[in-house]
C-alpha cells in the first residue's frame, strides 16, 4: 500500500511539472522590447515609406546541452518603395528585439547567417540581398534590398539611401 502512495506521488508531481512547463512556454513575455520606436521617415532619398507593421513575436526552442531553451524575439518590418514604383524596387528594414535568452539567440543567429563582412560590423549573408548588424538600440536590424527584373532581386549594398540611414543612426556594434 505504501508504495502504491509513493508511485501515486511521483505520478503527481511529473504531471504538475508538465503543466508547468507548458504554461511556462505559453506564457506572455515581460519586458517589451523598443522595436515600436524605431524611426521610420515617411521619406529617405526617393524612397517612400509603404507601411511599418509588428510581426509579432517569434519564439523558437534551441537545444542546449540536455534541455530545451526557448528564445524569443519582437519583430517589426518597414517597407520602403522607390519612387512608388510598387513592390518591384525596394527594401525591407527588419529591426529585432531580442526578448528572452538574448545570449543564446545572438550567438545562434551570428553562427547561422554572418556570412560574409562587407563593412565593418556589417554582414551579408549567402543569398546575398540580405544584410544585418548588430547595434545598441536595437539587437539586430536586417535589411533585404529587392529589385524584381526578370525574377532575379539584387544584392543589398551599404551605398542604398534607405541602408545607409539606418546605418547611421542605428550603427553597428564593431
Request: proline share 5%.
Amino acid at each position: 500500500m505504501k508504495k502504491s502512495y509513493i508511485f501515486l506521488s511521483i505520478g503527481i508531481l511529473i504531471i504538475i511539472g508538465v503543466i508547468f512547463l507548458i504554461l511556462q512556454m505559453e506564457a506572455p513575455i515581460n519586458g517589451r522590447g523598443t522595436s515600436n520606436k524605431f524611426e521610420t521617415p515617411d521619406t529617405i532619398s526617393s524612397y517612400k515609406l509603404a507601411t511599418y507593421k509588428n510581426l509579432g513575436d517569434e519564439c523558437i526552442g534551441v537545444q542546449m546541452d540536455d534541455m530545451i531553451k526557448r528564445i524569443c524575439a519582437e519583430n517589426y518590418r518597414a517597407e520602403y518603395y522607390f519612387n512608388n514604383s510598387g513592390n518591384n524596387y525596394g527594401i525591407y528594414v527588419f529591426p529585432m528585439n531580442i526578448l528572452k535568452e538574448k545570449e543564446i539567440y545572438l550567438k545562434e543567429f551570428h553562427r547561422l547567417r554572418d556570412k560574409f563582412e562587407i563593412s565593418p560590423g556589417v554582414f551579408r549573408d549567402s543569398t546575398e540581398n540580405n544584410l544585418h548588424w548588430y547595434s545598441n538600440e536595437h539587437d539586430i536590424i536586417r535589411v533585404h534590398q529587392y529589385i524584381f527584373q526578370d525574377g532575379m532581386t539584387t544584392p543589398s549594398s551599404v551605398d542604398n539611401p534607405v541602408i545607409a540611414y539606418y546605418l547611421e543612426k542605428y550603427p553597428p556594434i564593431k
